[in-house]
């Protein structure tokens, strides 16, 4: 199977291939009745913040309580408690004690935490050694904080645990299983029986079969539809997790599936094969194989949007004054309207209005983009061809960002007919949609590359695809810095803008 950071190029219809787009019309079939009534689950994102909160007023309120108990005048250790309480949370997010899985393994989450309060102890030690600084540190206060913190996380995490144990908890993630054949019989009987995933099982996905009649299985499950349905499920925010009931040996139809499912941030598991029960026990897989992770999930998610709308504040308290000037330039200088509002693509493979600056006469404005800029281009304003050329047209998408249709780094987001050399994009690249795994951004790493502007070859979007889908691969708060920096200093030269 592809890499997720390589753009493969779709099979040319005149060389005898045929391109199927899976995605057109997916999410237009209603949710069956057995999801539609269901609550909307937890984001994962919030309950491991919840915990890191938790996780912080234990070790906090420890530090402070010890402080309390030994009488130190002045609780002289509360600097030291709030360091202590930060860099457990943090080494604990390091080893996976907020992952969802391990939130939802109650011996898994107890011993993370506090392999995390050990550690945050000992580097505390040892950097009041390396400063000459122990005797600020009171050993009777140490060693009392250490009993009280790991106590209280142990309590914390106890009940963290039990409350996910609940059934139907909403923090569960919600999956379903795709194949109809014997081997999806018995992954969903084990999956109900042995519990502890953290994943919710909804019903059977037949991806061989449109039939929606929500027919009753004897485990208690449903069969929820076709691919249609499970479109329509994940759009709704119903399914965070695919296990395929495949056999191993249908590679082709295993990487169908895998296509038709790339434009959505899923996590992909494949169930072990019939055949393993042919295996020796200590040679049998444990459970599905991860094919996919979730991208940018997890505490990972909540920093980039904590990132997106502190980014998004500073920007816009910046730009406020010179975008009621640029918005002052184009009413003087064309007859229309300020704003031009553009239907694109964007993260789950959903629709949404991106927001720019006017660049062309009001009657020339080319929604579908059926023709694309290029350099001279007689459908561009004066004050137009200035804002391109800066890429200050792009500033109304910080509004974008604070609505949460965008990121402030991530993949540009692109009008569904765009083309390439006459080709839609989607055409070009078989596994373009993979980028709509995260939220479209105002920069990205393939625009810092220089594969910005109109696209007029082939050769210019597998690149850009091939870049977004490495920054999905390998994002992290310091490659979003980067990326910005370069952003910054791209405009000043103002290479690749029209």
């Known amino acids: 199977m592809p890499k997720r950071n390589q753009a493969n190029r779709a099979p040319d219809e005149g060389r005898g291939g045929t391109v199927t787009p899976f995605l057109a019309g997916i999410g237009a079939e209603p949710l069956p009745d057995a999801i539609r009534a269901h609550a909307p689950p937890l984001p994962p994102v919030m309950v491991a913040a919840l915990v890191v909160l938790l996780d912080l007023v234990a070790v906090g309120g420890a530090g402070l309580l010890a402080d309390a108990l030994i009488n130190s005048p002045g609780a002289r250790h509360a600097g030291m408690t709030g360091l202590l309480a930060g860099l457990a949370v943090a080494f604990a997010g390091a080893i996976g004690a907020y992952d969802h899985a391990a939130l939802h393994r109650a011996g898994q989450q107890r ?16 950097a009041a050694v ?13 060693g009392t904080a250490a009993l009280l913190g790991g106590g209280s996380l142990l309590a914390a995490r106890t009940a963290v645990a039990a409350l996910l144990r609940q059934d139907g ?3 569960a993630q919600r999956a379903v299983i795709l194949g109809a054949g014997p081997q999806a019989s018995r992954l969903m009987e084990a999956m109900r029986r042995e519990g502890g995933s953290g994943l919710r099982l909804l ?7 449109p039939r929606t009649d929500g027919e009753a299985l004897p485990n208690g499950l449903r069969r929820l539809g076709g691919m249609a349905q499970l479109g329509a499920m994940i759009r ?3 399914v965070e997790v695919v296990v395929l009931a495949l056999p191993w040996s249908a590679e082709t139809r295993i990487a169908a599936v895998m296509e038709q499912l790339s434009a959505f941030p899923l996590e992909i598991r494949l169930a072990p094969d019939l055949l393993a029960d042919r295996l020796p026990a200590g040679r049998r897989p444990a459970g599905p194989v991860l094919l996919r992770a979730r991208p940018i999930s997890g505490l990972g998610a909540a920093v980039k949007v904590a990132e997106d709308y502190a980014l998004a504040i500073l920007a816009l308290a910046i730009a406020a004054v010179p975008m009621l000037l640029i918005a002052l330039a184009i009413k003087l200088d ?26 062309m006469y009001a009657d020339a404005t080319d929604h579908e983009v059926l023709r694309q800029v290029r350099a001279g281009d007689a459908r561009i304003t004066p004050v137009g061809a200035i804002l ?30 765009t083309r390439a050399a006459g080709r839609r994009f989607d055409e070009v690249v078989a596994n373009y949609a993979a980028r709509h795994q995260v939220k479209p951004g105002l920069t990205g790493l393939a625009q810092v ?3 910005r502007g109109p696209t007029i070859t082939e050769e210019q979007i597998i690149r850009r695809v091939e870049s977004d889908l490495e920054y999905i691969e390998r994002w992290s708060p310091w490659l979003d810095i980067t990326i910005i920096l370069r952003t910054l200093l791209a405009v000043a030269c103002m290479r690749n803008a029209l």
Do not use: C, Y
Not at 203 to 209: E, T, Y
């Open 111 to 126: 011993s993370r935490a506090l392999q995390g309060l050990a550690a945050a102890m000992l580097v505390l030690i040892l």
């Open 130 to 142: 390396a400063l000459g600084a122990q005797r600020r540190i009171d050993p009777a206060w140490l």
């Open 169 to 171: 908890s909403r923090s």
């Open 203 to 209: 019903g059977l996905v037949d991806d061989r079969s």
């Open 236 to 238: 709704a925010g119903q």
């Open 334 to 359: 064309s007859p229309g309207p300020v704003f031009f509002r553009q239907r694109r693509t964007g993260f789950n493979d959903q629709p949404f209005d991106v927001l720019k600056f006017r660049t």
């Open 388 to 417: 391109r050329r800066t890429s200050l047209d792009e500033l109304p998408q910080i509004f974008n960002i604070l609505k949460g249709d965008m990121s402030f780094v991530g993949p540009r987001p692109h009008a569904p007919g």
């Open 449 to 451: 590359r220089g594969w």
